[in-house]
């Protein structure tokens, strides 16, 4: 896998914006907002009026992707009162560990940031890693505040390569995760009677997968200051940072890397079995891509009504 030196593709993103002007219709092709639908999510698109699905394999270049739970198109319609507001979902994104190039995974938002988006929500399925954060009962999104990304920090940046002028060279990250949206997330849960504990905030570890932790691994991060942890997200809140984007990510937490007194000596099993005193099982996880998809597919709705909800006060804010 190699980092994103040559970015060839942005050469392509003006044929783009010809090849949209003709399938969309004009209040279409000016999205404000733009969102990335995390695995399993892609339905947060379902209720878009005026819906135009782009394949990506009618545009430039884009990738494919190749994961189970992710479409590969973008959808355009329009989401909240009156007249709406124009909007563009990317129904399935890139992973460098499908063997894209780090360019390849941000295209997507700097096409976006091309047609004008000035607010993105990225969505992700994640693994928590803090026990407060149950799964599958009620926190089960999480607004990511901060992030913790091992490869960024250790050569695997998206924005490694050549200075380009019409980026900084070094882009600050103390605010990269809008504070003014933040805000809204919680207002939006709020308008929508949502039970506080249905939502919590965080800091997302990125890792490149496409391995899931290792018990120490998931110690680690969380020892580090991680909440949960996924393979994606972390590349797109760059690129959309560089292209002067606003950014959000929600996290739908779908398992869990850490549990409660999940370690126990193998000897003091077999010693206390030996006297006669066994003890009780230790609960194991073992996270798998299809769990992470059901639960992506079981709670969609609350995500989706949330993200509509946020771009409708998006919206009335702009
Ligand atoms: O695209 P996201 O980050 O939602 O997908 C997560 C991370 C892996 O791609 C996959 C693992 O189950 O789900
Ligand atoms: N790395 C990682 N990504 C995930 N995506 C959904 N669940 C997980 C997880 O447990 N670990």
Known sequence: MSAAHEDTSLEFVASNLDILATILPERLLKPQVGIVCGSGLSTLA????ERVEVPYSSLKGFGISTVHGHKSALAFGLVGPGDGIPVVAMLGRFHAYEGHSLST???????????????????NAAGSLDPALPVGTSRLI?????????????????????????????????AA????LRRTVFFAAHELGLPPSALGEGTYAWVSGPTYESPAE?????AAGASVVG??????????????????????VTNFVVIPDGYRSVREEVDAEL??????PVPQVEVSHEEVL????????????LVEKMIELIGKNA
């Open 142 to 174: 999480v607004s990511i505040r901060d992030h913790l990304a091992l490869p960024d920090l250790t050569g695997f940046n998206p924005l490694l390569g050549p200075a380009k002028p019409q980026y900084p060279r070094f882009l600050p990250l103390s």
């Open 294 to 305: 059901a639960i992506g597919k079981e709670k969609s709705e609350v995500m989706r009504s």
């Open 46 to 49: 379902a209720s878009f009026r």
């Open 218 to 222: 998931g110690r680690f991060l969380r």
């Open 177 to 180: 995760y809008s504070h003014s």
């Open 105 to 123: 995974v941000v295209y997507p938002i700097r096409v976006m940031a091309r047609l004008g988006v000035k607010n993105v929500i990225i969505t």
């Open 231 to 252: 393979m994606s997200t972390v590349p797109e809140v760059l690129a959309a940072r560089e292209e002067g984007i606003e950014v959000c990510v929600l996290s739908l």
């Open 275 to 280: 006297s006669g005193r066994p003890l009780p």
